[in-house]
């Protein structure tokens, strides 16, 4: 590459200058007490001299760092408030490896194993950061994506995905072969572009169904590495400032597949590269959230246990986007307090001061969100002590009086968190908390009982319904105690696994011929789920076919999974002949 390229340049240049100042002494009759002598002034003009002579070697070094940022390849990121502290949208790309944090947990002997020697033999390919391109892939020709930079404003680069005119016709054929009713299309299509991105995305969804995770995460590896070989040079992944709107089709394949890849490593053990991954997707579009991250990150954080990372990020974001009025982060905060207070090297002072911020705010967060107790026992299999199953506060009268957004964020949090309190320390910490906030709700005090009275009134009113970017998120999440709280507004409309509930002011570049439709079709949104991974999927039956409808639908994915196993594992690409030079890249930056 260009970059390599000049990369390699500028290590010359500086033997180079090296060389030249060495022979410059010689040549200048300098002997060594010649040299001692430059040491004999003064201390001011001596730091000069330093300054002096260090400035070749500084100037080659400041500009290969500006290179190296130019590129997007910068391995620290610029803080976006301009502080010395990092922003909480830093991401290190060292991070983005899960080996990284499978070694630490492991070693690198258990990790890698015999991988270095067969690296020697397999094919060069393009330099990446979120995957690592393997050789039972096909051979990576560019599918027709490239990245755009749209404008820059105010230390923010505003970027988006562009498909070639080939490309889109692929993408028609793909949306053609979802609606065919023969998922031997949409292999057919995979087989012709092998790296399609929503053929992947669909095909590794009905892996992930038949519990192959191995092929379902290989697929999405795929999807992220033409990605990342279409990126725009200034493209960042960890400064924090390249934004990609969610609204443009083009780039919600990559939400997503950051998205899926994030889960998969979540679920692989290894939370603290899934967290790196949710702080990427956050930094895209911080302000709309589309996928709601703020909704998980703090789920990822406590799994890291990087209980600083998630405090320094409720203290920067609650003055300007309140999140201590969202479930998850009242609980998960005071669970980070919890938790630092438990530490063995923290100091006894410091550990009685987060005991009483967590005991604090955990009382706060029950008194706003009494709903959260009872479902989070019953998942937790606890027992509660009959004074609290019986209390108007934390009875069923809190679940039945909840407003329905508010319901949908609670089964969420509950689904999913679960299983961080059911350690016998955090238990034991939730029921004194519990106590005491039946304590001053049982008090007689007209001051408290008016407050908890304004908490009731405000969260029936801030809590109606909830924005399109949650819905989004449930059913992405796909835990069944927040799905089955969607609205019927969600359910009731299709819902294609390759775009769940596109924006509703979405900004279209181009668009799909006509073409004879269906007619309306009342399915539901986990039969149109379905039909959008398995086209030959129908559950508008008789009664009487139901199963046989149930059988064919079994046949189905079996045929698909074979048929895909057969393509992936047959399809074989002519390599053209190879130079003489291995390190050359396949493509040249234009």
């Known amino acids: 590459m260009l970059m390599q390229f000049f990369f390699q340049c ?108 067969r690296q020697r033999n397999r094919q060069f390919h393009r330099s990446t950061w979120m995957t690592s391109p393997k050789d039972s892939w096909p051979r990576f020709s ?151 991250m703020l909704l998980l990150v703090d789920f990822l954080t406590l799994r890291s246990r990087e209980y600083h990372s998630l405090l320094q990020l409720h203290q920067d974001w609650e003055e300007h986007r309140n999140l201590s009025q969202l479930p998850n982060f009242a609980f998960s905060t005071a669970l980070c307090h919890f938790h630092l207070s438990q530490q063995e090297d923290t100091d006894p002072e410091e550990s009685d001061k987060q005991r009483q911020i967590a005991d604090q705010m955990l009382q706060d967060a029950l008194i706003m969100f009494p709903g959260v107790l009872m479902p989070l026992l019953d998942l937790c299999t606890v027992q509660a002590d009959p004074a609290v199953t019986s209390h108007s506060f934390f009875g069923p009268k809190s679940q039945l009086g909840q407003p329905p957004a508010l319901a949908e964020l609670t089964a969420l949090y509950v689904g999913r968190t679960f299983n961080l309190w059911r350690e016998a320390a955090v238990m034991l910490w939730l029921e004194e908390s519990v106590k005491e906030v039946l304590c001053r709700v049982n008090a007689k005090d007209p001051l408290k009982h008016s407050l908890i009275t304004i908490i009731s009134k405000l969260k029936m009113q801030r809590y109606q319904s909830a924005p399109r970017n949650i819905h989004r998120h449930v059913l992405l999440s796909e835990i069944k105690e927040a799905t089955s709280s969607l609205p019927l507004e969600v359910t009731t409309q299709p819902v294609m696994g390759f775009d769940p509930l596109p924006p509703l002011d979405s900004v279209i570049s181009y668009t799909r011929p006509e073409r004879q439709h269906a007619g309306a079709s009342n399915e539901s949104t986990l039969s149109l789920f379905f039909r959008s991974l398995l086209p030959n999927f129908n559950l508008q039956e008789d009664d009487t076919e139901v199963a046989r409808a149930g059988q064919e639908l079994n046949q189905e994915v079996n045929r698909l999974m074979v048929a895909m196993r057969d393509m992936l594992a047959n399809i074989r690409f002519q390599e053209p002949p190879r130079e003489d030079n291995p390190y050359r890249d396949e493509e040249e930056w234009d």
């Open 142 to 292: 560019r599918p027709g994506i490239s990245m755009t930079l749209l404008e820059s404003k105010d230390g923010i680069q505003y970027f988006t995905f562009e498909h070639s005119r080939d490309y889109q016709q692929v993408q028609f054929k793909f949306l053609d072969a979802v609606e065919s009713m023969d998922p031997n299309n949409i292999v057919a299509l995979l087989q012709l572009n092998p790296y399609h991105i929503d053929s992947l995305l669909q095909l590794s969804d009905v892996c992930r169904i038949q519990e192959d995770q191995e092929m379902a995460r290989d697929l999405i590896e795929r999807a992220l590495y033409s990605f990342e070989c279409a990126f725009h040079p200034l493209f960042s992944l960890t400064s924090g400032t390249s934004r990609l709107d969610y609204l443009r089709p083009e780039n919600r394949a990559f939400y997503l597949a950051l998205y899926k890849h994030m889960m998969f490593l979540e679920k692989r053990g290894c939370p603290r590269t899934a967290l790196e991954y949710c702080k990427l997707i956050l930094s895209l579009d911080p302000d709309s959230d589309p996928l709601c």
């Open 10 to 117: 500028f290590i010359e240049l500086r033997g180079l200058l090296a060389l030249l100042y060495s022979y410059i002494f010689k040549t200048s009759g300098m002997g060594k007490n010649d040299k001692k002598d430059l040491k004999k002034p003064d201390q001011k003009h001596e730091e000069a001299s330093t300054k002096v002579k260090a400035a070749p070697d500084d100037n080659i070094d400041l500009l290969l760092e500006n290179l190296e940022q130019s590129n997007g390849l910068s391995l620290q990121s610029e803080d976006c408030g301009g502080s010395d502290r990092k922003s909480v949208l830093h991401v290190e790309h060292r991070n983005l490896n899960p080996e990284t944090e499978l070694k630490r947990y492991f070693g690198a002997r258990a990790v890698l194993g015999d991988q270095r020697p």
